[in-house]
């Protein structure tokens, strides 16, 4: 069973930047064949797609609105996966949740919009609020 662990975020002051990580267990990176991909959802909005990173590559993917601004990475031996963010605007401000898919490259499976239905593990997820 796959688990996983968000940390980080927090009230960030616009133009700041912060990082999240994500622990997890049950799914090793950068052996297991699979996806992580970030999401996030504000107050009155549905979920959607943020970023990307391949677990047994390094293959990210990006929304426009975040692009140039965020970087996945992950660091395989502590088997967590890290979105870094900055010069970030107050429309970033959103719960973040990171999730795991199998067997699932980042071109398949990761786009704007809604999570696709393959991710099946999810942390509990993580606030980040963008405000002065």
């Known amino acids: 069973q796959v688990q996983l662990v968000e940390s980080g975020g927090g009230l960030v002051q616009p133009g700041g930047s912060t990082r999240l990580s994500c622990v997890v267990s049950?799914?090793?990176?950068?052996?297991?064949?699979?996806?992580i991909g970030w999401f996030r959802q504000a107050p009155g909005k549905e979920r959607e797609g943020v970023s990307c990173?391949?677990?047994?590559?390094?293959?990210?993917f990006y929304i426009n609105s975040v692009k140039g601004r965020f970087t996945a990475s992950k660091d395989s031996a502590k088997n967590t996966a890290y979105l870094q963010m900055t010069s970030l605007k107050p429309e970033d401000t959103a719960v973040y949740y990171c999730?795991?898919?199998?067997?699932?490259?980042?071109?398949?499976?990761?786009?704007?919009?809604?999570?696709?239905?393959?991710?099946?593990?999810w942390g509990q997820g993580t606030q980040v609020t963008i405000s002065s």
């Open positions: 999730a795991a898919v199998r067997l699932r490259r980042v071109a398949s499976i990761c786009r704007p919009g809604p999570p696709d239905r393959e991710f099946d593990s």
């Open positions: 049950g799914f090793t990176l950068g052996v297991d064949y699979g996806t």
């Open positions: 990173i391949g677990s047994d590559n390094d293959n990210t």
